[in-house]
């Protein structure tokens, strides 16, 4: 249970880490200088880790994968929209 409470921790945190990219990237409504291929790349592996959680029974770090997706989707979004700005 350790493991997945600091597991858990860890992808609650990052959430809001994410979120001052999201604002970076919302502000100035530019994306030039960030590649939307990492960010893509871990929100499928948070996608992926939806499934996996729970599988593992693994319920905090679930609830830490769906801020981490959140963020993700938002920032993916945001920087597909503005790519062209």
């Not at 990219?21 to 990492?38: A, D, E, F, L, Q």
């Amino acid at each position: 249970m350790i493991p997945d409470i600091i597991n858990g921790c860890f992808e609650l945190l990052g959430a809001p880490f994410i979120l001052l990219s999201i604002i970076k990237v919302y502000r100035t409504r530019t994306s030039k200088g960030v590649n939307w291929i990492h960010p893509a790349f871990f929100l499928a592996w948070g996608i992926w880790n939806l499934f996996y959680y729970p599988y593992l029974d693994q319920w905090v770090s679930f609830v830490g994968g769906l801020a981490i997706v959140a963020a993700n989707i938002l920032w993916v979004y945001l920087l597909v929209i503005y790519r062209k700005q």
